[in-house]
C-alpha cells in the first residue's frame, strides 16, 4: 500500500509570500494529483502530474519520480489561496483509487 | 460543461428517512465516484461506477445504496442511516480505463443524520 506524506500539515504566511508544501509517498505511482479545499467545501483539481514540472498562474508543482517527491508551490501568495492543499497519488493495480495525503492547512493573512 | 453538479447542497435527515443524492456531469467521463469525508480527514472512497457498471465497493454499509442509471448521472441512496454518518458527501468523475485520469469533484452534500 502507498504512503503519501504531507509537509507542514499547518502553514501560516503573509500575502505576497512564497510558499511550498512538500509531498512524498512510498511506492512507484502512475500519476500524482495536487487538489485544493476550501473550508466547508467541494475539491478542486489543480494539477496532475507524472513528470516533470506544472504551471498555471500563480501555481507550480513539480515532480522527481526518482526521489518519490513532489512539491507544489504558491508565488506572490494572497488571502484567497488559504485553503487545505492534498496530494494523492494513483498506484496498484487500480486505475480508480486515489491515496490521499492527509492535507496541509495553508493561511494567509493580508 | 466541465463540472459535476451534486444536489442538494445540505441535507438534514432522521434516522428512519429515505434520501437520495444526485450527480450529474456531461464531459463524457464514463467514471464516477461517490466519496465520504468527515472533518479534517483525507476524503474516503465508497463507490467506482465504470460504464454505468459498479466496479468497486469499498465494503461499504448497505444503507448506502448506489446507483448509475445513465453514463451522466450517479446516485446515493440512504435509508436507516446513523448519526455517524453525517459527512460530506462528494462525487468525482473522469474518463474511464486509462492510468493518468484527472478527476473533476463535485462541491458536495453536507449530510446531517439527527
Known amino acids: 500500500k502507498n504512503e503519501v506524506e504531507q509537509s507542514p500539515q499547518n502553514l501560516t504566511a503573509q500575502e505576497g509570500e512564497f510558499i511550498t508544501i512538500n509531498c512524498s509517498y512510498s511506492?512507484?505511482?502512475?500519476?500524482l494529483h495536487w487538489l485544493q479545499q476550501h473550508p466547508g467545501g467541494g475539491i478542486v483539481s489543480l494539477f496532475m502530474?507524472?513528470?516533470g514540472k506544472k504551471k498555471h498562474g500563480r501555481l507550480i508543482a513539480t515532480i522527481n519520480i526518482q526521489e518519490k517527491h513532489s512539491s507544489l508551490h504558491i508565488t506572490a501568495s494572497h488571502p484567497r489561496d488559504s485553503a487545505v492543499y492534498i496530494c494523492?497519488?494513483?498506484?496498484?493495480?487500480?486505475?480508480?483509487?486515489?491515496?490521499f495525503g492527509k492535507g496541509t492547512l495553508l493561511t494567509v493573512n493580508p | 460543461d466541465t463540472e459535476v453538479t451534486q444536489t442538494p447542497k445540505h441535507l438534514v435527515m432522521g434516522m428512519t428517512n429515505k434520501k437520495s443524492l444526485k450527480c450529474e456531469q456531461h464531459?463524457?467521463?464514463?467514471?464516477m465516484y461517490w466519496y465520504k469525508q468527515k472533518a479534517k480527514k483525507p476524503p474516503e472512497l465508497m463507490f467506482v461506477?465504470?460504464?454505468?457498471?459498479?466496479?468497486i465497493n469499498e465494503s461499504v454499509p448497505s444503507r448506502f445504496s448506489p446507483e448509475c442509471p445513465n453514463s451522466s448521472l450517479l446516485n446515493l441512496h440512504l435509508h436507516a442511516l446513523q448519526p455517524e454518518d453525517s459527512a460530506l458527501y462528494l462525487c468525482?468523475?473522469?474518463?474511464?480505463?486509462?492510468?493518468?485520469?484527472?478527476?473533476?469533484f463535485g462541491s458536495g452534500t453536507r449530510l446531517t443524520v439527527v
Open positions: 461506477y465504470s460504464y454505468e457498471k459498479l466496479s
Open positions: 511506492v512507484g505511482i502512475s500519476a
Open positions: 502530474l507524472s513528470s
Open positions: 468525482a468523475s473522469s474518463q474511464a480505463g486509462l492510468k493518468k485520469i484527472p478527476y473533476t
Open positions: 464531459m463524457g467521463h464514463r467514471a
Open positions: 494523492a497519488v494513483n498506484s496498484g493495480g487500480s486505475n480508480y483509487k486515489l491515496t
